[in-house]
């Protein structure tokens, strides 16, 4: 993997000073196809493990899915 320095800028640095660049690292072609299809895999074998009711850091569910299933589910036992 080659890390390229990059200028930050705007910053109003000198070209001498280290703080001016950014550290990019360049993946080769192979190496992000790899990683694209491993995460996939980690990815869908958690889906299967995980609970209906975990919302967070899921792909389509948040705060707001979570509030949706919970009004639906207090909709069920509301008596009146």
Known sequence: MNIIPIYKQGKNL??????AF???ALAETL?????????AKIRDQL???LSD???AYR???GTYSAYRQLHANF???KKF
């Open 47 to 49: 889906e299967r493990k």
């Open 14 to 19: 000198s070209t001498d000073n280290p703080k």
């Open 75 to 77: 909709g069920k036992y």
């Open 31 to 39: 190496l992000k196809l790899v990683e694209t299809v491993f995460i």
């Open 59 to 61: 792909k389509g569910r």
């Open 53 to 55: 009711f975990q919302h």
């Open 22 to 24: 950014r550290p990019v």
